[in-house]
């Protein structure tokens, strides 16, 4: 398939409301399910998260650095005393995932390319992104969660609450609508930072809230089409000047790159119109927003937000 055709989103199989059997389409085809899964392994970044808002828990998930158990707090709080087995994102460990002996492998949040995807359906009923690789946001995770679990009625509720939410932030915190906004990220020792653009799930929610992406973003964006982030000379920074400048870190690379005297001299930066995000609930919420992250960590940051554009109004 190409990956023309992997970003075109299939619809879902229909089926009567929690009956089975149940064909799920995605990008690398129909997967049918006999069964209500019992043994669900979720290997995409957040993926829990919608089948937890749905009642069920997976065997196992992908690892949340940063957090010492392992799990996001919105996802810890959902499981309670039930422990899943913790997967590595960045790579699909194949032995791992079949000692786990599930009956579903979910990767919607994921890079899954169609040479695994083959080898996870060799292990079980693998059901992949609609739309295509680190593309799939907390609509599509919904809405996959549902069709799977019987329970499209309810994830389609999830939704509209959720969707509800985002634009009642956009009214909590007015003074955020319309203004423009790069959100990026650094990783120490580089010369450049990494700016997300329109389809990466970090500048869809700001979006969402009412903001707009900063005019360089749009033209990296039209530079880099396909892709879901591009580079930013730190001497050049000037060329994705915002509104607002969000940036996230890993441990470390905040003090690297807030210390070089071209990012002091940034416009948003020296004008305090930026905010850095280096608490993990933080990045992991704005970074991969779901159902239960939103409610949970969004007002947590959003003032801050607010406050750093206001600097902007004045």
């Known amino acids: ?64 650095g940063m957090f010492p158990s392992g799990m996001t707090p919105w996802c810890e709080q959902k499981f309670g005393g039930q422990k899943p087995d913790l997967l590595d994102g960045s790579m699909i460990d194949f032995e791992d995932v079949a000692r786990l002996k599930p009956d579903l492998i979910v990767g919607v949040f994921s890079q899954l390319d169609a040479v695994s995807y083959g080898r996870l359906s060799q292990i079980a009923p693998t059901i992949a992104y609609r739309s295509g690789p680190w593309r799939a946001g907390w609509r599509e995770q919904t809405e996959i969660a549902g069709a799977i679990l019987g329970m499209e009625d309810r994830a389609q509720l999830l939704i509209a609450e959720t969707q509800g939410l985002l634009r009642s932030f956009g009214d909590t915190y007015p003074v955020l609508k319309g203004k423009s906004f790069t959100f990026g990220s650094y990783f120490e020792g580089s010369s450049r930072i990494v700016v997300y653009l329109p389809g990466e799930t970090r500048v869809d929610w700001m979006t969402e809230i009412g903001m707009r992406p900063s005019p360089g973003v749009s033209r990296l964006a039209k530079a880099n089409a396909g892709h879901v982030a591009a580079d930013a ?42 905010v850095a995000l280096d608490d ?28 750093a554009a206001h600097a902007e109004a004045h």
Not at 237 to 250: F, H, K, Q, R, T
Not at 289 to 304: H, M, Q
């Open 1 to 64: 398939m190409s990956a023309a055709a992997l970003l075109v989103p299939p619809s879902f199989g229909r089926a009567q409301a929690g009956a089975y059997p149940r064909v799920i389409e995605h990008a690398f085809g129909r997967t049918e399910l006999q069964a209500r899964p019992t043994r669900l392994v979720t290997i995409g970044y957040g993926d829990e998260a919608a089948f937890l808002a749905l009642g069920h828990k997976p065997i196992a998930i992908v690892y949340s």
């Open 233 to 274: 000379s730190i001497e050049d920074l000037e060329s994705v000047a915002a509104d607002l400048l969000v940036m996230w870190y890993e441990p470390g690379a905040r003090p690297a790159l807030e210390s070089q005297r071209l990012f002091q001299m940034f416009s948003p930066v020296r004008e305090g119109r930026y």
């Open 280 to 307: 993990p609930t933080e990045i992991w919420a704005a970074s991969w927003p779901n159902v239960l992250a939103i409610p949970y960590a969004f007002p947590g940051f959003l003032p801050r937000m607010e406050a």
